[in-house]
């Protein structure tokens, strides 16, 4: 996974108060940096939106 990859990631939710998406992941100083200068090759807190995952699991 890459770090552009937000759009995919359960973490990545919609505030509808804001009217934006947003991470829900506390990223601290130096990880930030490594996110918006691109250096980080993928997001260590990355988890796929899998919405279909708990119906599988009830089989």
Known sequence: MTVGNCETCV?????EENEYY???VNL?????YR???GTQKACP???MDDEY????HQK
Request: contains cysteine; negative net charge; proline residues 0%.
């Open 11 to 15: 973490n990545y939710v919609y505030d």
């Open 22 to 24: 947003s991470c829900l």
């Open 45 to 47: 807190y990355y988890r």
């Open 35 to 37: 996110f918006l200068t």
């Open 28 to 32: 601290d100083e130096d990880e930030m």
């Open 53 to 56: 995952a708990v119906v599988r």
